[in-house]
């Protein structure tokens, strides 16, 4: 384990020491949440046991027992971020792990869920998928989603090394983004084989532009963040794209 991997870690156990479940839940109800929250689920086998690698806070855990699915384990290495969830609803399967070091059987889970946490990995996101492999039962599902080099992370890095910045988005803290091709590429190293490959949350990469794109609330786009982010959608569905949403099958398993 290296310095900068202990140092993300620690980061999110700074990030979920002051967050809300509730708020984290109201942004379940987002339409931006609906573009993957809205496909995904019929991927997955409502009778098979669905591991969520890096939960959080677990409310994609808590939504999907709503909708049915009862044997959903959720599991984070920020042991805060389970403590705040295990308060708000004791009933949660959680655990505390490591996504590259998965405690459960090969060929033992139907589903793997993994929604914004592979890409802060320096080391790329190769041995997490691999592990993933490992613990899918032949033909199970894998749900990603990962950051996309959109327009406005290319001119926000663009503008961090005319600084003289760092690639990372700050000294504790690393995250990456990958194309539709890097993404491909890895999923079948590691024994996958893609079903769907989606751009979403264009309204969200309009967001980060600032004010007039913002609402009050936590992460909240305007009105015309959502408007131009249909718009976009349909023009240019991957250079604005935000977040990639990809759902693969175990194809093979690999050692």
């Given amino acids: 384990m290296t310095d900068l991997y202990e140092r993300t870690r620690e980061s999110w156990e700074d990030i979920w020491e002051d ?11 987002q339409d931006r949440t609906y573009e993957t929250l809205g496909v995904y689920p019929n991927y997955l086998p409502k009778d098979g046991i669905i591991l969520e690698a890096g939960c959080g806070l677990a409310t ?4 999907l027992r709503e909708m049915g699915y009862e044997n959903v384990i ?4 920020a042991e805060r971020a389970l403590q705040v969830a295990y308060k708000y609803e004791p009933l949660l399967d959680l655990q ?14 139907h589903g793997y869920l993994s929604f914004g946490v592979l890409e802060h990995f320096e080391h790329g996101v190769g041995p ?10 032949p033909g199970g599902t894998l749900v990603l989603t990962i950051p996309y080099p959109n327009i406005v992370n290319r001119l926000v890095q663009l ?24 993404l491909i590429t890895e999923l ?6 893609p079903v769907l490959v989606r751009p979403t949350s264009h309204s969200f990469t309009l967001w980060g ?11 909240q786009t305007s009105r015309l963040a959502e408007w131009l982010g249909t718009v976009v959608r349909w023009l240019f569905p991957w250079t604005f794209n935000f977040t990639t949403l990809l759902i693969a099958r175990k194809i093979r398993h690999i050692e």
Avoid: C, W
């Avoid at 959720?74 to 290495?77: S, T």
């Avoid at 997490?128 to 039962?137: D, F, P, S």
């Fill in 60 to 63: 994609v855990i808590m939504k």
């Fill in 188 to 193: 079948k190293r590691a024994g996958f084989q």
């Fill in 74 to 77: 959720g599991l984070d290495y």
């Fill in 159 to 182: 503008k961090r090394r005319l600084t003289g910045q760092s690639r990372l988005t700050d000294d504790d803290f690393y995250e990456s983004t990958y194309t539709q091709r890097q």
């Fill in 209 to 219: 532009l600032g004010k007039p794109f913002r609402a009050p609330g936590y992460y």
């Fill in 19 to 29: 967050a809300s479940v509730d708020v984290e839940l109201e942004v379940m109800e």
């Fill in 96 to 109: 505390t792990g490591d996504v590259h070091a998965l405690p459960y059987r090969s060929n033992s889970v």
């Fill in 128 to 137: 997490a998928l691999r592990e993933a492999n490992r613990v899918l039962v």
